[in-house]
């Protein structure tokens, strides 16, 4: 069956610091891949996604490359901030669009320090 | 546009009780689904309604959970007879035809004693 490993939490770093958060996924077929986000109080958010290897989804300065050869989707920041704290979901998709149920990590949280 | 809302926010319950819980989509959506995150797991896929029809219910732990559409509006899904390892957080989340992105709700936070 499908599954998604993403490092375990929390990461506190330092603002202005760069982020790598690692996912690494099993599937069978193509999948989709995503990044979700949960600020506190609120629901998940979608915050970036990947339909096919070697894209790259990006948005709010976060980036992540579809790998197919490694089978990975790290999320990446170059600059974080205090808003930028928050827990952070890998998760992947049989289908292209993200109509069947997702497959999620187990998060990750995010601490900025200022 | 209203976000998919799900009531209640939190629900504290005994071990035996039943419990139902609602998500409202967003309008026009027809595809909703059901997730549970148990502390310190992965969120879990429970079921996929399209319209009033399930899609797929391949993640329903087993036959204590009932989930309904009834019109193809909002949804609800019960548990009965609760069980400790129910507590959870349960998530809905609904998407348009188009597939672009789930919508997820804020979660009802259930805790069985």
């Known amino acids: 069956g499908n599954s998604v490993t993403q490092m375990e939490g929390p990461v506190t770093l330092s603002e202005e610091a760069f982020l790598t958060i690692n996912c690494t996924y099993t599937?069978?077929?193509?999948?989709?891949l995503f990044w979700y986000v949960q600020y506190p109080g609120e629901g998940l958010q979608l915050l970036l996604k990947a339909t096919k290897a070697d894209d790259k989804g990006s948005n709010k300065g976060f980036e992540a490359t579809y790998r197919k050869e490694t089978t990975s989707f790290h999320l990446e920041k170059g600059s974080v901030q205090v808003s930028d704290s928050a827990v952070y979901f890998c998760?992947?998709?049989?289908?292209?669009?993200?109509?069947?149920?997702?497959?999620f990590g187990k998060g990750t949280h995010l601490i900025i320090q200022p | 546009e209203a976000g998919v809302t799900q009531f209640p926010s939190h629900s504290v319950i005994e071990k035996g009780q039943t419990v139902t819980l609602r998500c409202d989509p967003i309008s026009g959506h027809d595809n909703l689904y059901w997730y549970r995150r148990v502390m310190g797991k992965e969120i879990k896929f429970l079921l996929h309604?399209?319209?009033?029809?399930?899609?797929?219910e391949s993640g329903m732990p087993n036959n204590r959970f009932l989930a309904e559409r009834t019109g193809g509006t909002y949804s609800t899904l019960k548990v009965q007879p609760a069980e400790l390892e129910d507590s959870g957080v349960y998530f809905c989340?609904?998407?348009?035809?188009?597939?672009?992105?789930?919508?997820f709700g804020p979660g009802t936070r259930l805790t069985v004693l």
């Open positions: 309604f399209v319209k009033e029809s399930k899609q797929d």
């Open positions: 998760a992947l998709s049989d289908s292209g669009g993200g109509a069947d149920g997702l497959t």
């Open positions: 599937a069978t077929g193509y999948p989709s």
């Open positions: 989340a609904s998407a348009g035809q188009l597939y672009n992105e789930q919508f």
